[in-house]
DNA sequence: AATGAATGAGACTTCATTCAT
DNA sequence: TATGAATGAAGTCTCATTCAT
């Protein structure tokens, strides 16, 4: 990669990077793209040299977080295990995944119930999670637990319910949250 | 009620219902005060005889939102029974208002991380949740329940993670969800 | 004068004894129909049972406001004596008047320099003007003072930069400042 | 100075002197954003680069024209004379402002009694006000004149008279006023 | 005559986006 | 590539005025 490639790359992180904390904090609509520039330290027509909108900036954010999940979930599927361990594993993988991503996800949580804003992104995402819920009916169908299928939806809008109050309140225990609901699962 | 203060709880209403809708359906942001009117039928600026701001509007749904969850649950709660059929009452009556309230529910779930727009709403919307989370907790307890603080909020996050599922897909088998949960708790 | 006719007479005065209070106050652009109606404890609506339309209103306060003038000075013409003594009774009859109608010279000074609000309103003022410099250059003449031309134009514009300052101010030495110019008259 | 930054000044100069013309010939509130931008030339969003509000552009004006008056009088103030001498400067002083700087002294006299719009800026004039009625009094007194404190008042109220009557009027005989104003002063 | 609900033009302001430098 | 001045559509809100009751 040449040395100018290697600035380009630089900015445009930066700016994914300041969008991201902004949007988390403020939310898309209250983040101006002029904010942006400020936090970031750079011109207000900087960042339309390295996207075509705030949206295609919001979409690289997207596209960057899911590549961070798939990336986690992929490292984690490798390990070989019995079938709860494999579950017990994607708690904590995600519970990982949470706590260090916590804006990207945040954002994530907020922008879900606003269809106006985010065809393409909500499209993108909403695969990665039928993606999610279908690694974890396969698991309980192993498992040989009943009705698999309700009850991965059930474990997932767990998952997915703890994590959104670990977003929405300060000090929420979710270690505490996590061990329980694993400890449900292994005392079947 | 004089013929005036007739129309105007009818406009009110109208003003109210059509702004929920819209709210609910492409978000408080991406609603114009407008497209309010337009969709209700009146004018443009007939919404501030009414509301101070289109914040006040939002506040006001969120005043009635609120009080028509608290006759619901208020109704719920002098029913008696066993602490787990206190739960299972509860569990059904929040399906039974999301069914009902769909909208609303909507509204509160995307803007609960917008903590720009909200402050005041926010405030009561999570006293009233610290309130359902201490009585979840409180029947755990009762039924013997070992650390029903954690197990409350578990079981809190589980009925607001299938609600945040069925307020985001079409189709979502609420009803079935919440059997099965319920059976979780009666079966222990 | 039938009964109905001295209520439309009293309504009428009252809003424009309201309005005059709150454009003297808030200034023209600053008061509301609304804020008059409610200032006056009728409806919105009653109004334009009486004025055609809120300049409207503004031009009967002046109407009303130029008779007062001309008959307290008409009263004063009526007074023979020297012609000194006749500026005399011309300063002590403005000064009369100013605490008599301040609301009504404060709106009247407010509004003087904004054309926009008022071509007609301002005609008739400025040729009740033009009739009180030519009196005060006839007695100026008469009293054998050179150039009473410029001269009637200093005084005036003397006695209007009192009014001015004393409208503008709390507590202006009002009777002094006219006990002041008179003698600088007498003593010629 | 960089390209940036002069054409920011060249802008926000066209913006201020724009808006004084208009807001001296149509009045603050007669004159609206798009007005001053059409006017200027330029487009409606401009103003708000360099300005909060339509508030802040007219404090901006008041703060040059404040400047300027501060420096004409303070190079006035420098030149010794006799007190009489000193009073006769400061009259031809003014006139010569109220000549050059005839809009900003329009606006100025059009908003002194308009207390709604102007906290911020009448303070500062009423400052400046203030200091040059009290100028007027140390010369009146340094000259022997009896109650020189009602003579300042006076004389303050009778320059601001001939100020108002000028700007109010066309063909206002300024030049004459002022020598007469003079004259009286000087034969005492 | 009196009421006040309803209207809609127009005001101020924000902000994503363009483009000359 | 980087800058930031400039644009103008669109948003919220105000208020004089109309009109059915």
Do not use: C
């Given at each position: 990669?040449?040395?100018?490639?290697?600035?380009?790359?630089e900015?445009?992180?930066l700016l994914?990077?300041?969008?991201?904390?902004?949007?988390?904090?403020?939310?898309?609509?209250g983040?101006?793209i002029?904010?942006?520039?400020?936090?970031?330290?750079?011109?207000?027509g900087?960042?339309?040299?390295?996207?075509?909108?705030?949206?295609a900036?919001?979409?690289e954010i997207?596209n960057?977080?899911?590549?961070?999940i798939e990336?986690?979930?992929?490292?984690?599927?490798?390990?070989?295990?019995?079938e709860?361990?494999?579950?017990?594993?994607?708690?904590l993988q995600?519970?990982?995944?949470l706590?260090?991503?916590?804006a990207?996800?945040?954002l994530?949580?907020?922008?879900?119930?606003?269809?106006n804003v985010l065809?393409?992104?909500v499209?993108?995402?909403n695969?990665?999670?039928a993606?999610?819920?279908a690694?974890?009916?396969?698991?309980?169908?192993?498992?040989?637990i009943?009705?698999?299928d309700?009850e991965?939806?059930l474990?997932?809008a767990?998952?997915d319910g703890?994590?959104?109050h670990y977003?929405l309140l300060?000090d929420y225990?979710?270690d505490?949250m996590?061990?329980?609901?694993i400890?449900k699962?292994k005392?079947?």
């Amino acid at each position: 990669m040449s040395k100018h490639q290697e600035k380009r790359e630089e900015s445009k992180t930066l700016l994914v990077n300041t969008a991201l904390q902004l949007f988390s904090r403020k939310g898309y609509d209250g983040t101006s793209i002029r904010a942006i520039a400020a936090e970031a330290g750079v011109s207000l027509g900087l960042m339309y040299n390295y996207f075509e909108s705030k949206e295609a900036l919001l979409l690289e954010i997207f596209n960057r977080g899911n590549k961070d999940i798939e990336a986690s979930f992929a490292k984690a599927a490798d390990v070989p295990g019995a079938e709860i361990d494999q579950l017990e594993q994607h708690i904590l993988q995600t519970v990982h995944l949470l706590k260090e991503k916590r804006a990207f996800w945040r954002l994530l949580h907020s922008l879900r119930l606003q269809s106006n804003v985010l065809a393409q992104v909500v499209e993108e995402t909403n695969a990665q999670t039928a993606y999610i819920e279908a690694q974890i009916r396969q698991n309980l169908e192993a498992a040989g637990i009943p009705s698999p299928d309700l009850e991965a939806k059930l474990l997932f809008a767990t998952i997915d319910g703890i994590a959104h109050h670990y977003l929405l309140l300060e000090d929420y225990p979710i270690d505490g949250m996590a061990a329980l609901l694993i400890q449900k699962y292994k005392s079947r």
